[in-house]
């Protein structure tokens, strides 16, 4: 394939994926994320040769949300190692929607089934490194800066207050961790971190770069240089694959194949084994909670550029 | 990579790989599964080609049990198409055990969450066409002994009796899909089909064969033929990659990365994009019910042939 | 209160309370209970010297249905004891649905909650004695009989059939008790007997007697002579008003105060410590299961009779 | 019954009932608990002539703990009717733990079952009248001292303040009530609301006395005056009786037969209709966190003096 052809099957695509923007809604539950512009639609893609592309509103900016549980795994396994993290969460799916409390209940093993549902986050936003959670914060956002190969990422300060005023749920499942014994710190410390890093500031560009380091193995194709080490990043695409669509990573999986994180911001981080990462923005979301256009957009790639793994 | 380097390795893997029997238990629930060797131990390898390779008791016989769950879809959606089958049970993973029926009770959509456990296998077992159980489990055989290119496949009478005399659980599953209204025909002869299906008989290199033809999006290498749809295969997969271990799908997914179902007989089929299909035989079980020389056997050879998808 | 009041009340509230019928829907599930008349209406009241009082269609007869858990109950227990029957059923209330299995599953006891959700009274079903399902429930009848202080009681074969017919939940929930080892003899024989109990035919009239029974620890006040041992009423009665009006039994204990089990049949059966027993049978029932015009009943002789034990 | 007769089998059934304590633990999950003299054991018996009876350590003075919730319950009635309370919290018991938090989740009405497990506790706790918290719990105990017929009631600092600093569970359990949309006001606030009302200090006297006026229906036998409604006395008595001895609520039905309450501070409340209430100061719980020598106590005085309601 060659790269002209990249460009324009990208293109193409997205022109084709955008009316599908129609068949969802912005997220309402905070203001801020409320005034996202339904129609926007984003694409990028990194290559395993660190050639970039893009179409339509690649560089807008919209908060990672979700997609930051892969991050933050990714970066607390890099400073504390898998063991530490794996004791405190599992690495299974499970059929329960991302903010339920009822396994942590149920369950046996009383851990958080995998740590990309909000249970299995909070826990390991609570194992990073840092005295304060500013400093945690800060700390995970040089982490982003390198994985992005930019000096630093910005964070949204409007969403970050606002997702710290209302989020009772949240609240809710860190007491319970609490009580359970596997999370770290203070409650309000580690909730404060976890609405920190779900702040975090990005675009379609920024999620194919991360895509494309992931399929690498943990090699950025841009830099050529090792960002993760290669466990990290099959743990991450391992999890992604089934558990990174909410309650439709089942369906995903059968119609795009390829490991994805989406966020309620309208992002979706993508990436293909040894071939290329791909960013999406689209923040109208279907009921699960998945960029609506983006998921049209990836279903057509899938197809067309033959990306499916499974 | 060569086909000689092909054979060296899987015949060394085994060798490793072995030992690991020691770390699992034969199933002991039905008399006619605990008369297994809990030493045997058996590996096969069917490459894109069409070359088969095979290690120790690659042709020992052993019951496909939950194996025959995929085969059974890959059956019914060939018969009946995708969306017959999938208007009574999801694509989810589920972090329930394979034998839960609490969902079908708690779930909104009262529907099994995929065709990988028990409850969800049920009634695709229902959807098979046939006029009486017996029909219907000599079709589906004649369907496995077309994929497998060969004759016919027997069924261990045995296995068969056993099971239908001990499946309190499946019962009870099956008579609540009925109360829900999502299970097709009589309640017994349903679970008579199931268990038909379950008693086939196999051996490492038929899985291997199988995992060849999903590996290829259906085309069989070795005849070179189509012996089922792309879409099937990969509906297959995706199922496989997400629910396929158990309650160790995730693990699994992390540590050998290819989409894989195992059997309570000791078998596991596996199926890697493009490359090849692997078939297991080991029936000394780890706690979760995967054959315990087969994932050892596995997660060498993701590492020395670099087979993970993800 | 003389004897002449007690009659009038009876028959003043009556007259108060049938208008409520209008709420209430009468069973469908069956065709056999379809046929009820929704306007159908009765009461009786034994006092605690057998004196009996009637009103309204006191005479007419129905299926007991779920009343006879209790009846079964204290059969059971006269049969086989205390001991024998409550170590495979609790003694709490619970919150889930009368024909959920999802605590099977869950709780830690692996046993029915209590002997009046559908699992709890098909443990009992299953310790009748007897050499036949036949059998089994040609004793109970005789039990019931002994209790009416009369010859027998007749079954209503038309609901016999029926119930048999199309028990999916039921049978779900019984196979499950087999698997979990609780559950005597053949799993459809057990469900038999219990088909057969909840169709033996009663009236109001009966209800009442076997409530001035319970009332009197035991000893019949008409015959005035002990029928059941004090230990077994006061189980029964204990277990009434925790769980005995489904749903609504907490809310029943507010508004009546005295313990009651109804029937899905329309009857109501209540008991009144030391001074009667009351019968209902109303067919038209609250979305709860419980006969509309006897609970409306049960709230206006508890005011006036100021029968509330709590 | 002779007053003699009552002081005497009240004295003699404490001697017969002591060494049960041996049988049970003081509870630990607070330090301030845990120092409490294991072998403690105090009875005291108001009746409805207003006669005081005790035995033992019928004047130590414990925290009232879970017994609150019958007491809050009966405030928050009085200051704002029935209605506002069972709009916001149900009437049913449960048979999950109380300190559970699933059926939240998985309820369909999404509203704790009953005001007495910590659920429904904390959302009466939201619902009491003040300006702050302190204000909040003094109007509480003003309350319990009018009902007491004394001045005012005293509040453990000690075990106040420790069960603000470890409750993670309550603190779960009332960010999901934030969420789900029931708890009025802060939640912080309201657990301090909460908290204060489990540390009030009350004596097995007081106990007997709250007894004796819910027995009355309302009517406080000593001073001879209405101190709260009599459907109020009803509902609290009714909610005793089916959800007042945590998992133990049942067997408690049956071996006793009276509404009651108990605590984790080794308090037990118990009510009998038209004759008297009963206070227990006990605190070697047993393993559902029942007094150990309070429920032996128990069960002889209802044999003895023949209390049971049922």
């Known amino acids: 394939m060659k790269t002209e052809g990249l460009a324009e099957t990208l293109s193409r695509v997205h022109g084709e994926s955008k009316a599908a923007a129609a068949r969802g809604r912005v997220a309402t539950y905070i203001p801020a994320l409320a005034k996202a512009d339904p129609g926007a639609f984003g694409l990028a893609l990194v290559d ?3 050639s970039v592309f893009e179409a339509g509103d690649a560089r807008a900016r919209f908060t990672i949300q979700s997609i930051s549980k892969v991050l933050a795994l990714a970066y607390v396994m890099t400073e504390l190692g898998e063991v530490a993290v794996f004791s405190r ?14 396994r942590l209940e149920t369950s046996a093993s009383r851990k958080p ?16 490194p840092g005295s304060s959670p500013a400093d945690k914060g800060e700390r995970f956002r040089a982490f982003v800066g390198r994985l992005l190969g930019r000096g630093g990422v910005e964070r949204d300060e409007a969403v970050y207050a606002s997702e710290k005023a209302t989020a009772a749920r949240n609240r809710s499942i860190a007491w319970f961790l609490k009580e359970l014994g596997i999370l ?23 999620l194919a770069r991360v895509g494309a380091v992931l399929c690498m193995d943990g ?6 240089e090792r960002v993760i080490a290669a466990r990290t990043a099959r743990v991450c695409k391992s999890l992604m694959v089934t558990c990174g669509m909410y309650d439709g990573s089942g369906e995903f999986a059968v119609d795009v194949g390829v490991p994805a994180k989406s966020g309620v911001g309208g992002g979706i981080l993508a990436s293909v084994r040894d071939r290329m990462g791909i960013g999406v923005y689209g923040p109208a ?25 499974l």
Chains 1, 2, 3, 4 share one sequence.
């Open 89 to 102: 969460v599992g690495k299974e799916p499970t059929g329960d929607p991302f903010n339920s409390i009822i």
């Open 219 to 224: 090699m950025d194709p841009v830099r050529r």
């Open 285 to 309: 979301l279907d009921e699960r909670g998945n960029s609506a256009a983006g998921l049209e957009a990836l279903r057509r790639l899938s197809d067309e550029l033959d990306l499916r793994v």
């Open 48 to 50: 395993s040769t660190g």
């Open 113 to 128: 089934f995998n740590p990309l549902i909000n249970a299995g986050a909070i826990v390991v936003s609570g194992l990073m």
């Open 184 to 206: 770290e710190g203070e409650v309000e410390d580690t909730l404060d971190v976890y609405f920190r890093q779900c702040a975090v500031s990005v675009d379609a560009v920024d």
